[in-house]
């Protein structure tokens, strides 16, 4: 049976504290906040493992929005937590180093954790077509366990419920029928020395660190082992927008290997942020044959050569080189790459040398859309919520799809006309390996081609190209009834192919049913249309 939603119960959650007023400047010595204890918060088991449904969900074209500043905060999209920080009020470890006490810190944070999202966004959310949500963390988020020999052991009691959060937030959007990208934002040693890896000295301490690099892949160890089996989480993100050194590739090498050896995540999808490096990561991915995604992050917005071009300019850009840049990389790695970090964000320079500076935006912001649609797997947009949303469209999707984008972006997957909603009991497929790539298909032979041969009187290469347009039209149609369509096609494609086996697809004869496939999903899609 292919389930396309999840269900799980919640356990009951315990009874926060709300944050009381404060001043921006406290006296630490004074009138001390009155922080209680906070009690144990369960973590709550995970809903049972549906692979059919996990691969829909893992394969199937994103449509998502991050998460940012749930669980890894940065001052900018939520100041209010940066009050009674301490040192220079930029990070994760200010928040949990201030507030008067650890006692303290725990309750601020626990209280946004319990209040930041709840189970109305992810319903809201999937009504609207978002189909998959990015969640970053921290290495802190996994417990005081991981905070020892860190710089967050001596917080490691403000983490107590974190890792309870994460799961009940993993579980809420299973609920809604949402996918979560878990991403490893904040490695141990930082990754990139910037405050939302959580430090606030500038360091970059985790390349040049047996000790940091060890404590890291024990995270992403355990991030695999509680997570591969997790019918909607669609995959770990191994690092958030690292540092481009020398050391880089070798890591993630490092890394895959592990994560590869713990049971279930053979096929688990591995996400790898390129260090703005395109065309670097997109060979390294084609050099692989596992599942294994290119996350490339785009913004207009940081440097001054991005000031000196008007909003006009930069929509030329998307629309003409940069998209054709993204379409050769997408090609060139079998499909698998997402860009899982882009915003509505213009400078104010760039607006002022528009004529009408909302029409731009919008204009912008709907031709990144298009482009990142039409060619690759996916994308994220930064971010869900922050303070201050209303008056920020550029950075803040609630604002956004009121102003610059649309509301409802159901049209974007195409493969079904009208869109279904992602619900139980559409699907009830018989899994036979013989019959079936990935997802459970009819048992019958269903939309052969007209005029094909008997299966006795057909080469080799004529039964893998009938193997793999049959697959490919019921792909399609499995994809739409889960009001979706496949994203990762070359992935879909090369995991059909092993997990089919020599027998069914005989040797030398592969690129032929990946031609079958190809234009048998290309009419499947069609029909569903």
Same mark, same amino acid.
């Given at each position: 049976?292919?389930?396309?939603?999840?269900?799980?119960?919640?356990? #009951?959650?315990?009874?926060?504290?709300?944050?009381?007023?404060?001043?921006? +400047?406290?006296?630490?010595?004074?009138?001390?906040?009155?922080?209680?204890?906070? /009690?144990?918060?369960?973590?709550?088991?995970?809903?049972?493992?549906?692979?059919?449904?996990?691969? #829909?969900? &893992?394969?199937?074209?994103?449509?998502?929005?991050?998460?940012?500043?749930?669980?890894?905060?940065?001052?900018?999209?939520?100041?209010?937590? @940066?009050?009674?920080?301490?040192?220079?009020?930029?990070?994760? !470890?200010?928040?949990?180093?201030?507030?008067?006490?650890?006692?303290?810190?725990?309750? #601020?944070?626990?209280?946004?954790?319990? $209040?930041?999202?709840?189970?109305?966004?992810?319903?809201?959310?999937?009504?609207?077509? !978002?189909?998959?949500? &990015?969640?970053?963390? %921290?290495?802190?988020?996994?417990?005081?366990?991981?905070?020892?020999?860190?710089?967050?052991?001596?917080?490691?009691?403000? =983490?107590?419920?974190?890792?309870? @959060?994460?799961?009940?937030?993993?579980?809420?959007?299973?609920?809604?029928?949402?996918?979560?990208?878990?991403?490893?934002?904040?490695?141990?040693?930082? /990754?990139?020395?910037?405050?939302?890896?959580?430090?606030?000295?500038?360091?970059?301490?985790?390349?040049?660190?047996?000790?940091?690099?060890?404590?890291?892949?024990?995270?992403?160890?355990?991030? $695999?082992?509680?997570?591969?089996?997790?019918?909607?989480?669609?995959?770990?993100?191994?690092?958030?927008?690292?540092?481009?050194?020398?050391?880089?590739?070798?890591?993630?090498?490092?890394? !895959?290997?592990?994560?590869?050896?713990?049971?279930?995540?053979?096929?688990?999808?591995? =996400?790898?942020?390129?260090?703005?490096?395109?065309?670097?990561?997109?060979?390294? #991915?084609?050099?692989?044959?596992?599942?294994?995604? /290119?996350?490339?992050?785009? =913004?207009?917005?940081?440097?001054?050569?991005?000031?000196?071009?008007?909003?006009?300019?930069?929509?030329?850009?998307?629309?003409?080189?940069?998209?054709?840049?993204?379409?050769?990389?997408?090609?060139?790695?079998? %499909?698998?790459?997402?860009?899982? +970090?882009? *915003?509505?964000?213009?400078?104010?320079?760039?607006?002022?040398?528009?004529?009408?500076?909302?029409?731009?935006?919008?204009?912008?912001?709907?031709?990144?859309?298009?482009?990142?649609?039409?060619?690759?797997?996916?994308?994220?947009?930064?971010?869900?919520?922050?303070?201050?949303?209303?008056?920020?469209? %550029?950075?803040?999707?609630?604002?956004?799809?009121?102003?610059?984008?649309?509301?409802?972006?159901?049209?974007?997957?195409?493969?079904?006309?009208?869109?279904?909603? @992602?619900?139980?009991?559409?699907?009830?497929?018989?899994?036979?390996?013989?019959?079936?790539?990935?997802?459970?298909?009819?048992?019958?032979?269903?939309?052969?081609?007209? %005029?094909?041969?008997?299966?006795?009187?057909?080469?080799?290469?004529?039964?893998?190209?009938?193997?793999? =347009?049959?697959?490919?039209?019921?792909?399609?149609?499995?994809?739409?009834?889960?009001?979706?369509?496949?994203?990762?096609?070359?992935?879909?494609?090369?995991?059909?192919?092993?997990?089919?086996?020599?027998?069914?697809?005989?040797?030398?004869? +592969?690129?032929?049913?990946?031609?079958?496939?190809? /234009?048998?999903?290309?009419?499947?899609?069609?029909? *569903?249309?």
């Amino acid at each position: 049976m292919l389930s396309c939603s999840i269900t799980g119960t919640f356990w #009951v959650m315990v009874l926060l504290h709300a944050v009381t007023a404060i001043s921006n +400047e406290p006296d630490k010595n004074s009138n001390p906040r009155d922080c209680k204890g906070l /009690q144990d918060l369960p973590v709550e088991p995970f809903p049972p493992f549906d692979q059919p449904t996990a691969t #829909v969900m &893992r394969y199937r074209k994103q449509q998502s929005v991050n998460l940012g500043s749930w669980f890894v905060h940065e001052s900018w999209m939520t100041p209010s937590l @940066f009050e009674e920080a301490s040192g220079d009020k930029v990070s994760e !470890i200010d928040i949990a180093s201030g507030w008067n006490s650890t006692t303290c810190a725990r309750e #601020v944070l626990e209280t946004h954790w319990e $209040t930041f999202m709840n189970y109305s966004d992810f319903s809201y959310l999937s009504r609207i077509g !978002i189909n998959t949500v &990015r969640i970053p963390i %921290g290495y802190w988020s996994l417990g005081p366990k991981y905070c020892q020999g860190t710089p967050f052991s001596p917080y490691a009691d403000v =983490y107590h419920n974190s890792w309870s @959060f994460v799961v009940r937030a993993i579980n809420m959007a299973g609920e809604a029928g949402i996918g979560v990208l878990v991403d490893l934002h904040a490695a141990v040693g930082s /990754q990139n020395g910037q405050p939302h890896s959580g430090i606030s000295d500038g360091h970059i301490g985790l390349f040049d660190n047996q000790t940091n690099i060890e404590k890291t892949l024990a995270v992403l160890t355990f991030l $695999t082992q509680q997570l591969c089996n997790v019918t909607n989480v669609v995959g770990v993100q191994i690092l958030n927008e690292p540092h481009n050194c020398r050391e880089l590739i070798g890591f993630y090498d490092e890394a !895959i290997s592990i994560m590869r050896k713990v049971p279930g995540a053979e096929d688990f999808p591995f =996400y790898i942020h390129d260090a703005f490096n395109l065309q670097e990561f997109s060979d390294y #991915v084609a050099s692989r044959t596992d599942f294994v995604v /290119q996350d490339h992050h785009s =913004y207009f917005v940081f440097t001054s050569e991005d000031a000196k071009k008007s909003a006009s300019q930069h929509k030329e850009d998307i629309e003409t080189w940069y998209s054709d840049l993204l379409a050769a990389a997408f090609a060139n790695q079998r %499909g698998n790459l997402v860009i899982d +970090e882009w *915003s509505c964000a213009l400078t104010a320079e760039s607006l002022s040398q528009e004529p009408d500076e909302d029409a731009a935006r919008r204009a912008f912001c709907m031709a990144q859309l298009n482009t990142y649609s039409n060619t690759t797997a996916g994308w994220s947009f930064w971010g869900y919520m922050k303070e201050d949303c209303d008056t920020d469209p %550029g950075w803040c999707f609630r604002s956004a799809i009121h102003d610059a984008l649309p509301s409802d972006f159901s049209p974007y997957m195409s493969s079904c006309n009208p869109p279904k909603p @992602f619900v139980a009991g559409l699907l009830d497929r018989e899994l036979d390996v013989k019959s079936v790539s990935l997802v459970h298909h009819r048992p019958e032979a269903i939309h052969r081609r007209r %005029g094909r041969r008997e299966a006795g009187n057909m080469t080799a290469e004529e039964q893998s190209s009938d193997k793999g =347009y049959r697959d490919g039209f019921s792909t399609a149609e499995d994809f739409c009834y889960c009001g979706s369509q496949l994203g990762f096609t070359g992935q879909y494609i090369q995991t059909s192919i092993e997990a089919l086996g020599p027998g069914v697809i005989a040797p030398g004869t +592969e690129s032929y049913y990946r031609a079958g496939f190809t /234009q048998g999903l290309a009419d499947g899609e069609a029909s *569903s249309n």
